[in-house]
């Protein structure tokens, strides 16, 4: 392998990301964004916390109580894989930013709580 290059299996989610980047707007793509976002975990966790904070934001901005548990779910995933990666210190004040700037849903707002979040 030449110096540089990617193992493989990575260019396959450098690719999948870039993808994903270019049909965020879509709603149709957001189940891809989430197996991208899996997929990336463990080779590209930074990207990986952008797919999934980004789908949270996108569900909150859908309204509705199913979207909110939804995205409570994927936060209980953002917290895990912030923990995993040593960024568990920007947790707390991603959850604050995140209540204080939907602190007018107060359903979102009642799901965090329901969630343990």
Same mark, same amino acid.
């Given at each position: 392998?030449?110096?540089?290059?990617?193992?493989?299996? =990575?260019?396959?989610?450098?690719?999948?990301?870039?993808?994903?980047?270019?049909?965020?707007?879509?709603?149709?793509? !957001?189940?891809?964004? &989430? =197996?991208?976002?899996? *997929? /990336?975990? #463990?080779?590209?966790?930074?990207? /990986?916390?952008?797919?999934?904070?980004?789908?949270?934001?996108? &569900?909150?901005? *859908?309204?509705?109580?199913?979207?909110?548990? =939804?995205?409570?779910?994927?936060?209980?995933?953002? #917290? %895990?894989?912030?923990?995993? $990666?040593?960024?568990?210190?920007? !947790? %707390?004040?991603?959850?604050?930013?995140?209540?204080?700037?939907?602190? $007018?849903? #107060? %359903?979102? &707002?009642?799901?965090?709580?329901?969630?343990?979040?």
């Amino acid at each position: 392998r030449a110096a540089g290059q990617n193992p493989p299996g =990575e260019n396959d989610v450098d690719r999948a990301i870039a993808l994903v980047d270019a049909h965020a707007a879509d709603q149709a793509g !957001w189940g891809l964004e &989430l =197996e991208v976002a899996k *997929a /990336a975990e #463990r080779s590209r966790p930074a990207e /990986a916390l952008k797919l999934y904070r980004d789908h949270v934001e996108r &569900l909150i901005a *859908a309204r509705g109580r199913a979207n909110y548990a =939804e995205a409570c779910a994927l936060l209980r995933k953002v #917290r %895990a894989l912030m923990k995993r $990666t040593g960024a568990a210190r920007n !947790w %707390a004040s991603y959850l604050d930013e995140l209540r204080q700037h939907h602190r $007018t849903l #107060r %359903a979102f &707002l009642e799901e965090l709580d329901a969630a343990g979040l």
